[in-house]
Protein backbone atom coordinates (compact mmCIF):
# COMPACT_ATOMS: atom_id res chain seq x y z
CA UNK A 1 0.00 0.00 0.00
CA UNK A 2 1.27 3.05 -1.08
CA UNK A 3 2.22 5.91 2.49
CA UNK A 4 0.10 8.79 1.83
CA UNK A 5 1.33 12.14 2.55
CA UNK A 6 -0.88 12.84 5.34
CA UNK A 7 0.84 10.38 7.65
CA UNK A 8 3.04 10.60 10.53
CA UNK A 9 6.78 9.57 9.81
CA UNK A 10 8.60 7.73 11.94
CA UNK A 11 12.61 7.04 10.73
CA UNK A 12 11.26 3.70 8.86
CA UNK A 13 8.38 5.12 7.06
CA UNK A 14 10.34 8.50 6.30
CA UNK A 15 13.10 6.30 5.03
CA UNK A 16 10.84 3.86 3.09
CA UNK A 17 8.93 6.99 1.07
CA UNK A 18 12.48 8.74 0.21
CA UNK A 19 13.76 5.54 -0.62
CA UNK A 20 13.01 5.24 -4.02
CA UNK A 21 13.93 8.98 -4.97
CA UNK A 22 17.36 8.55 -3.00
CA UNK A 23 17.90 5.12 -5.81
CA UNK A 24 16.88 7.07 -8.36
CA UNK A 25 19.20 10.05 -7.94
CA UNK A 26 21.73 7.37 -7.31
CA UNK A 27 21.01 5.85 -10.68
CA UNK A 28 20.80 9.11 -12.55
CA UNK A 29 24.81 9.21 -11.48
CA UNK A 30 25.42 5.58 -12.30
CA UNK A 31 24.66 5.68 -16.01
CA UNK A 32 26.20 9.13 -16.28
CA UNK A 33 29.28 7.62 -14.82
CA UNK A 34 28.92 4.93 -17.66
CA UNK A 35 28.33 7.62 -20.40
CA UNK A 36 31.76 9.07 -19.31
CA UNK A 37 33.73 5.60 -18.83
CA UNK A 38 32.71 4.99 -22.49
CA UNK A 39 33.56 8.37 -23.55
CA UNK A 40 36.89 8.23 -21.93
CA UNK A 41 37.75 5.46 -22.79
CA UNK A 42 36.33 4.95 -26.00
CA UNK A 43 36.12 8.18 -27.93
CA UNK A 44 39.24 9.60 -26.19
CA UNK A 45 40.00 12.58 -23.75
CA UNK A 46 38.99 15.19 -25.56
CA UNK A 47 35.44 14.20 -26.21
CA UNK A 48 35.23 14.05 -22.47
CA UNK A 49 36.76 17.40 -22.10
CA UNK A 50 34.32 18.40 -24.63
CA UNK A 51 30.90 16.41 -22.80
CA UNK A 52 32.84 18.22 -19.53
CA UNK A 53 32.26 21.54 -21.12
CA UNK A 54 28.90 21.84 -22.66
CA UNK A 55 27.03 19.83 -20.10
CA UNK A 56 27.01 22.77 -17.76
CA UNK A 57 25.49 24.47 -20.75
CA UNK A 58 22.82 22.07 -20.94
CA UNK A 59 22.14 21.86 -17.59
CA UNK A 60 21.50 25.64 -17.42
CA UNK A 61 18.80 25.41 -20.67
CA UNK A 62 17.43 23.01 -18.57
CA UNK A 63 17.01 24.35 -15.17
CA UNK A 64 13.56 25.40 -16.10
CA UNK A 65 12.26 21.52 -15.47
CA UNK A 66 14.10 21.45 -11.80
CA UNK A 67 12.35 24.87 -11.40
CA UNK A 68 8.91 23.76 -12.18
CA UNK A 69 9.38 20.34 -10.48
CA UNK A 70 10.52 21.25 -7.18
CA UNK A 71 8.71 24.79 -6.89
CA UNK A 72 5.87 23.59 -8.79
CA UNK A 73 5.41 20.09 -6.65
CA UNK A 74 5.67 22.44 -3.28
CA UNK A 75 2.69 24.44 -4.38
CA UNK A 76 0.58 21.74 -5.18
CA UNK A 77 1.31 19.55 -2.21
CA UNK A 78 1.11 22.58 -0.37
CA UNK A 79 -2.50 23.48 -2.30
CA UNK A 80 -3.88 19.60 -1.59
CA UNK A 81 -3.13 19.95 2.35
CA UNK A 82 -5.20 22.68 2.29
CA UNK A 83 -7.78 20.32 0.94
CA UNK A 84 -8.12 22.12 -2.57
CA UNK A 85 -8.02 18.95 -4.93
CA UNK A 86 -9.21 20.50 -8.20
CA UNK A 87 -7.21 23.72 -7.86
CA UNK A 88 -3.94 21.34 -7.21
CA UNK A 89 -4.70 19.33 -10.28
CA UNK A 90 -5.27 22.51 -12.12
CA UNK A 91 -2.03 23.82 -11.21
CA UNK A 92 -0.46 20.68 -12.17
CA UNK A 93 -1.59 20.91 -15.34
CA UNK A 94 -0.57 24.47 -16.23
CA UNK A 95 2.89 23.68 -14.61
CA UNK A 96 3.51 20.45 -17.33
CA UNK A 97 2.18 22.76 -20.44
CA UNK A 98 4.19 25.63 -19.23
CA UNK A 99 7.34 23.16 -19.51
CA UNK A 100 6.39 22.50 -22.82
CA UNK A 101 6.27 25.12 -24.05
CA UNK A 102 9.56 26.76 -22.65
CA UNK A 103 11.41 23.26 -23.84
CA UNK A 104 10.01 24.27 -27.49
CA UNK A 105 11.69 27.79 -27.24
CA UNK A 106 14.38 26.45 -25.47
CA UNK A 107 15.51 23.91 -28.03
CA UNK A 108 15.43 26.88 -30.72
CA UNK A 109 17.17 29.48 -28.77
CA UNK A 110 20.18 27.07 -27.60
CA UNK A 111 21.55 26.11 -31.20
CA UNK A 112 22.24 29.84 -31.43
CA UNK A 113 23.79 29.97 -28.26
CA UNK A 114 26.18 26.73 -27.92
CA UNK A 115 28.81 27.95 -29.97
CA UNK A 116 29.43 31.61 -28.48
CA UNK A 117 29.28 29.97 -24.98
CA UNK A 118 31.62 27.64 -25.62
CA UNK A 119 34.11 29.28 -27.37
CA UNK A 120 33.83 32.19 -24.18
CA UNK A 121 34.59 29.30 -21.82
CA UNK A 122 37.91 28.62 -23.46
CA UNK A 123 37.34 25.71 -26.01
CA UNK A 124 38.79 25.27 -29.24
CA UNK A 125 39.82 23.03 -31.88
CA UNK A 126 38.47 19.23 -31.34
CA UNK A 127 37.30 20.26 -27.92
CA UNK A 128 34.86 23.17 -29.32
CA UNK A 129 34.00 20.80 -32.21
CA UNK A 130 33.01 17.62 -30.38
CA UNK A 131 31.39 19.65 -27.81
CA UNK A 132 29.20 21.78 -30.31
CA UNK A 133 28.15 18.06 -31.89
CA UNK A 134 27.41 16.85 -28.56
CA UNK A 135 25.22 19.82 -27.73
CA UNK A 136 23.45 20.15 -30.49
CA UNK A 137 22.05 16.78 -30.78
CA UNK A 138 21.11 16.81 -27.09
CA UNK A 139 19.04 20.34 -27.92
CA UNK A 140 16.45 17.91 -30.18
CA UNK A 141 14.94 16.09 -26.87
CA UNK A 142 15.97 19.11 -24.63
CA UNK A 143 11.89 19.33 -23.83
CA UNK A 144 11.81 15.65 -22.95
CA UNK A 145 15.04 16.26 -20.65
CA UNK A 146 13.26 19.47 -18.96
CA UNK A 147 9.86 17.16 -18.28
CA UNK A 148 11.72 14.43 -17.35
CA UNK A 149 13.46 16.44 -14.31
CA UNK A 150 9.57 18.32 -13.36
CA UNK A 151 8.07 14.47 -13.32
CA UNK A 152 10.96 12.99 -10.65
CA UNK A 153 9.50 15.74 -8.34
CA UNK A 154 5.75 15.73 -8.94
CA UNK A 155 5.83 11.34 -9.22
CA UNK A 156 6.99 11.66 -5.78
CA UNK A 157 4.60 14.85 -4.57
CA UNK A 158 1.67 12.52 -6.43
CA UNK A 159 3.01 9.59 -3.66
CA UNK A 160 4.37 7.58 -6.56
CA UNK A 161 7.82 7.60 -6.28
CA UNK A 162 8.20 3.61 -7.26
CA UNK A 163 6.92 4.67 -10.26
CA UNK A 164 9.65 7.36 -10.49
CA UNK A 165 12.35 4.75 -9.99
CA UNK A 166 11.41 2.57 -12.10
CA UNK A 167 11.17 4.89 -15.29
CA UNK A 168 14.31 6.78 -14.11
CA UNK A 169 15.66 2.73 -14.13
CA UNK A 170 14.18 2.12 -17.62
CA UNK A 171 15.95 5.38 -19.36
CA UNK A 172 19.31 4.30 -17.08
CA UNK A 173 19.59 1.07 -18.69
CA UNK A 174 18.42 2.52 -22.44
CA UNK A 175 21.22 4.76 -22.25
CA UNK A 176 23.87 2.52 -20.62
CA UNK A 177 22.81 -0.17 -23.66
CA UNK A 178 23.09 2.31 -26.23
CA UNK A 179 26.24 3.64 -25.10
CA UNK A 180 27.97 -0.03 -25.71
CA UNK A 181 26.16 -0.25 -28.87
CA UNK A 182 26.63 3.43 -30.49
CA UNK A 183 29.95 3.58 -28.80
CA UNK A 184 31.93 0.82 -28.53
CA UNK A 185 30.22 -1.73 -31.59
CA UNK A 186 29.82 1.01 -34.07
CA UNK A 187 32.38 3.52 -32.94
CA UNK A 188 30.05 6.60 -33.10
CA UNK A 189 32.13 8.16 -30.34
CA UNK A 190 30.71 11.27 -29.12
CA UNK A 191 27.69 11.15 -31.49
CA UNK A 192 26.98 8.29 -30.37
CA UNK A 193 27.01 9.21 -26.62
CA UNK A 194 24.61 11.93 -27.46
CA UNK A 195 22.22 10.06 -28.99
CA UNK A 196 22.43 7.53 -26.18
CA UNK A 197 21.71 10.43 -23.69
CA UNK A 198 18.92 11.80 -25.85
CA UNK A 199 16.98 8.88 -26.14
CA UNK A 200 17.39 7.55 -22.68
CA UNK A 201 15.50 11.20 -21.83
CA UNK A 202 12.56 10.93 -23.90
CA UNK A 203 11.86 7.62 -22.40
CA UNK A 204 12.29 9.53 -18.88
CA UNK A 205 10.21 12.28 -20.00
CA UNK A 206 7.03 11.11 -21.84
CA UNK A 207 6.46 7.72 -20.31
CA UNK A 208 5.35 10.12 -17.05
CA UNK A 209 3.75 12.42 -19.76
CA UNK A 210 1.61 9.72 -21.41
CA UNK A 211 0.84 8.22 -17.21
CA UNK A 212 -0.76 11.95 -16.33
CA UNK A 213 -2.72 11.94 -19.46
CA UNK A 214 -4.95 9.13 -17.79
CA UNK A 215 -7.29 10.62 -15.54
CA UNK A 216 -7.75 7.41 -13.59
CA UNK A 217 -4.08 6.70 -13.22
CA UNK A 218 -4.42 6.03 -9.20
CA UNK A 219 -3.23 9.86 -8.12
CA UNK A 220 -4.82 13.34 -7.67
CA UNK A 221 -3.08 14.45 -10.50
CA UNK A 222 -3.89 14.34 -14.25
CA UNK A 223 -3.81 16.27 -17.22
CA UNK A 224 -6.93 18.88 -18.14
CA UNK A 225 -7.70 21.50 -20.64
CA UNK A 226 -6.63 24.34 -19.04
CA UNK A 227 -5.09 27.88 -20.22
CA UNK A 228 -1.50 29.19 -19.05
CA UNK A 229 -2.17 31.52 -16.18
CA UNK A 230 0.54 33.29 -14.81
CA UNK A 231 -0.30 33.32 -11.06
CA UNK A 232 0.63 29.43 -10.32
CA UNK A 233 3.83 29.76 -13.04
CA UNK A 234 4.92 32.58 -11.09
CA UNK A 235 4.54 30.82 -7.88
CA UNK A 236 5.95 27.78 -8.74
CA UNK A 237 9.06 29.49 -10.48
CA UNK A 238 9.72 32.06 -7.41
CA UNK A 239 9.56 28.78 -5.59
CA UNK A 240 11.87 26.89 -7.45
CA UNK A 241 14.15 29.44 -7.93
CA UNK A 242 16.84 28.52 -5.71
CA UNK A 243 16.52 25.00 -7.73
CA UNK A 244 17.38 27.23 -10.95
CA UNK A 245 19.79 29.76 -9.78
CA UNK A 246 21.49 25.86 -7.96
CA UNK A 247 22.09 25.49 -11.56
CA UNK A 248 23.00 28.50 -13.19
CA UNK A 249 25.35 29.02 -10.63
CA UNK A 250 26.99 25.52 -10.46
CA UNK A 251 26.93 25.82 -14.49
CA UNK A 252 28.74 29.12 -13.80
CA UNK A 253 31.28 27.28 -10.81
CA UNK A 254 32.07 24.39 -13.35
CA UNK A 255 32.95 27.19 -16.28
CA UNK A 256 35.45 28.82 -13.79
CA UNK A 257 36.86 25.82 -12.77
CA UNK A 258 37.36 24.91 -16.26
CA UNK A 259 38.80 28.15 -17.38
CA UNK A 260 41.21 27.50 -13.99
CA UNK A 261 42.16 24.14 -14.50
CA UNK A 262 42.74 24.96 -18.85
CA UNK A 263 44.61 27.67 -17.58
CA UNK A 264 47.06 25.66 -15.02
CA UNK A 265 47.05 22.27 -16.37
CA UNK A 266 45.40 22.17 -19.86
CA UNK A 267 42.54 19.83 -20.94
CA UNK A 268 43.96 17.09 -18.77
CA UNK A 269 42.39 19.65 -15.66
CA UNK A 270 38.98 18.95 -17.05
CA UNK A 271 39.47 15.59 -17.35
CA UNK A 272 40.16 15.60 -13.79
CA UNK A 273 37.56 17.67 -12.59
CA UNK A 274 34.97 15.58 -14.92
CA UNK A 275 36.23 12.50 -12.75
CA UNK A 276 35.01 14.38 -9.93
CA UNK A 277 31.86 15.48 -10.74
CA UNK A 278 31.07 11.81 -11.50
CA UNK A 279 32.42 10.37 -8.67
CA UNK A 280 31.27 12.82 -6.14
CA UNK A 281 27.85 13.09 -7.90
CA UNK A 282 27.01 9.69 -7.04
CA UNK A 283 27.47 10.35 -3.08
CA UNK A 284 25.78 13.70 -3.45
CA UNK A 285 22.61 11.90 -4.69
CA UNK A 286 21.95 10.45 -1.46
CA UNK A 287 21.64 13.97 -0.01
CA UNK A 288 19.82 15.84 -3.00
CA UNK A 289 17.09 12.37 -3.20
CA UNK A 290 16.20 12.13 0.45
CA UNK A 291 15.32 15.97 0.59
CA UNK A 292 14.00 15.65 -2.71
CA UNK A 293 11.63 12.80 -1.31
CA UNK A 294 11.13 14.20 1.74
CA UNK A 295 9.93 17.70 0.34
CA UNK A 296 5.93 17.27 -0.51
CA UNK A 297 5.64 15.85 2.80
CA UNK A 298 6.61 18.82 4.28
CA UNK A 299 4.59 21.05 2.19
CA UNK A 300 1.54 18.73 2.99
CA UNK A 301 2.06 19.72 6.16
CA UNK A 302 2.85 22.82 5.97
CA UNK A 303 -0.37 23.93 3.84
CA UNK A 304 -2.60 21.30 6.41
CA UNK A 305 -0.82 23.80 9.61
CA UNK A 306 0.25 20.42 11.06
CA UNK A 307 3.48 22.05 13.43
CA UNK A 308 3.71 18.89 15.33
CA UNK A 309 4.98 16.77 11.69
CA UNK A 310 6.17 19.77 11.03
CA UNK A 311 9.10 19.71 14.31
CA UNK A 312 9.27 15.34 13.94
CA UNK A 313 10.11 15.38 9.86
CA UNK A 314 12.63 18.38 10.33
CA UNK A 315 14.54 17.15 13.78
CA UNK A 316 14.36 13.16 11.90
CA UNK A 317 15.92 15.18 8.30
CA UNK A 318 18.95 16.41 10.49
CA UNK A 319 19.75 13.38 11.99
CA UNK A 320 19.32 11.02 8.76
CA UNK A 321 21.85 13.91 7.45
CA UNK A 322 24.11 13.47 10.11
CA UNK A 323 24.62 10.07 10.07
CA UNK A 324 24.66 9.88 5.97
CA UNK A 325 27.41 12.62 5.86
CA UNK A 326 30.03 9.92 7.88
CA UNK A 327 29.15 7.16 6.22
CA UNK A 328 29.56 8.59 2.69
CA UNK A 329 32.61 10.50 3.62
CA UNK A 330 34.39 7.28 4.28
CA UNK A 331 33.17 5.04 1.36
CA UNK A 332 34.27 8.33 -0.97
CA UNK A 333 37.68 8.02 0.63
CA UNK A 334 37.74 4.29 0.60
CA UNK A 335 36.56 3.36 -2.83
CA UNK A 336 38.67 6.72 -4.88
CA UNK A 337 41.43 4.65 -6.04
CA UNK A 338 39.35 2.52 -7.95
CA UNK A 339 36.69 4.84 -9.27
CA UNK A 340 39.39 7.24 -10.42
CA UNK A 341 41.45 3.99 -11.98
CA UNK A 342 37.68 3.03 -13.89
CA UNK A 343 37.95 6.14 -15.67
CA UNK A 344 41.72 6.84 -16.27
CA UNK A 345 43.55 3.92 -15.71
CA UNK A 346 45.45 3.95 -19.13
CA UNK A 347 47.09 7.06 -18.23
CA UNK A 348 49.58 7.48 -14.53
CA UNK A 349 50.04 10.85 -14.67
CA UNK A 350 46.36 11.76 -15.30
CA UNK A 351 45.21 9.27 -12.72
CA UNK A 352 47.51 10.49 -10.16
CA UNK A 353 46.19 14.12 -10.18
CA UNK A 354 42.49 12.80 -10.61
CA UNK A 355 42.86 10.97 -7.21
CA UNK A 356 44.40 13.88 -5.38
CA UNK A 357 41.42 15.69 -6.68
CA UNK A 358 38.89 12.95 -6.00
CA UNK A 359 40.48 12.85 -1.99
CA UNK A 360 40.65 16.50 -1.16
CA UNK A 361 37.41 17.16 -2.70
CA UNK A 362 35.47 14.49 -1.01
CA UNK A 363 35.61 16.33 2.18
CA UNK A 364 32.42 18.12 1.19
CA UNK A 365 30.49 15.21 2.00
CA UNK A 366 30.60 15.63 5.78
CA UNK A 367 29.22 19.39 5.18
CA UNK A 368 27.17 19.41 2.47
CA UNK A 369 24.13 17.87 2.72
CA UNK A 370 23.03 19.84 5.55
CA UNK A 371 23.00 23.07 2.77
CA UNK A 372 21.39 20.88 0.56
CA UNK A 373 18.66 19.68 3.33
CA UNK A 374 18.25 23.71 4.27
CA UNK A 375 17.49 24.65 0.84
CA UNK A 376 15.55 21.80 0.07
CA UNK A 377 13.33 22.31 3.22
CA UNK A 378 12.77 26.42 2.60
CA UNK A 379 11.44 25.43 -0.45
CA UNK A 380 9.22 23.02 1.21
CA UNK A 381 7.97 25.91 2.70
CA UNK A 382 7.24 27.50 -0.15
CA UNK A 383 9.94 30.29 0.67
CA UNK A 384 11.52 30.52 -2.59
CA UNK A 385 13.94 33.80 -1.50
CA UNK A 386 15.78 31.77 1.55
CA UNK A 387 15.95 28.52 -0.09
CA UNK A 388 18.23 31.07 -3.03
CA UNK A 389 19.63 32.84 -0.76
CA UNK A 390 21.74 29.25 0.59
CA UNK A 391 21.66 28.14 -2.97
CA UNK A 392 23.26 31.10 -4.21
CA UNK A 393 25.65 31.23 -1.27
CA UNK A 394 27.35 28.05 -1.97
CA UNK A 395 28.12 28.70 -5.54
CA UNK A 396 27.90 31.89 -6.80
CA UNK A 397 29.58 33.80 -3.75
CA UNK A 398 31.58 31.50 -1.88
CA UNK A 399 32.70 28.94 -4.31
CA UNK A 400 33.50 31.12 -7.20
CA UNK A 401 35.05 33.24 -4.64
CA UNK A 402 37.45 30.70 -3.25
CA UNK A 403 38.21 29.02 -7.03
CA UNK A 404 40.51 31.89 -7.81
CA UNK A 405 41.74 32.86 -3.90
CA UNK A 406 42.53 29.29 -2.66
CA UNK A 407 44.97 28.49 -5.71
CA UNK A 408 47.55 31.48 -4.91
CA UNK A 409 48.35 29.60 -1.13
CA UNK A 410 47.62 26.21 -2.39
CA UNK A 411 48.79 25.81 -6.28
CA UNK A 412 46.29 23.16 -8.07
CA UNK A 413 45.17 21.61 -4.44
CA UNK A 414 43.30 25.11 -4.13
CA UNK A 415 40.88 24.36 -6.73
CA UNK A 416 39.84 20.59 -5.23
CA UNK A 417 39.73 22.80 -1.91
CA UNK A 418 37.29 25.80 -2.86
CA UNK A 419 34.13 23.79 -2.60
CA UNK A 420 34.44 21.94 0.65
CA UNK A 421 35.76 25.64 1.97
CA UNK A 422 32.68 27.53 0.44
CA UNK A 423 30.23 24.61 1.53
CA UNK A 424 31.70 25.32 5.34
CA UNK A 425 31.10 28.88 5.15
CA UNK A 426 27.54 28.40 3.78
CA UNK A 427 26.79 26.11 6.75
CA UNK A 428 26.80 29.21 8.60
CA UNK A 429 24.54 31.21 6.47
CA UNK A 430 22.01 27.92 6.72
CA UNK A 431 21.94 28.05 10.53
CA UNK A 432 21.26 31.85 11.10
CA UNK A 433 18.84 31.55 8.55
CA UNK A 434 17.43 28.96 10.47
CA UNK A 435 16.74 30.64 13.48
CA UNK A 436 15.63 34.00 11.84
CA UNK A 437 12.99 31.58 10.47
CA UNK A 438 12.43 29.36 13.54
CA UNK A 439 9.48 31.42 14.89
CA UNK A 440 7.83 31.74 11.36
CA UNK A 441 8.07 27.94 10.77
CA UNK A 442 7.94 26.39 13.68
CA UNK A 443 10.36 23.82 12.52
CA UNK A 444 12.16 23.24 16.15
Known sequence: ?????????????????????????????????????????????????????????????????????????????????????????????????????????????????????????????????????????????ITAFILQKTFQSFLVAAERPKFGLIITVMAGVTNMFLDFLLI?????GIKGAAFATGISQCIGGLVPLIFFMYKDNGTHYHLIKTKLEIKPIWKACLNGLSEMMMLISLSIVNTLYNYQLLRMVGSGGIVAYGI???????????????????????SFHYGAKNIDELKNLFKRGLIIIFISSLILFGLAEITSSFLTKIFVGYDQEL???????????????????????????????NNGIVSAIISVSRTIIFETTMIFIL???????????????????????TLILFLLNRKKYQYF
Open 184 to 188: FVFKL
Open 1 to 141: MAIKLSEHFNYKKLLKFTFPTIIMMIFNSLYSIVDGIFISNFAGSDALAAVNIVWPIIMVFTGIGYMVGSGGSALVSKTLGEDKKEKANKYFSILIYFDILMGIIISIIGRFLLRPISVLIGAKDNVLEYGIIYGNILLFT
Open 351 to 381: YDMSLTAVRIYSIIFLITGYNVYGSSIFTSL
Open 407 to 429: PIFFGLNGIWMAVSVAESITLIV
Open 276 to 298: IQYVCYVFECFFSGYSNGSAPIV
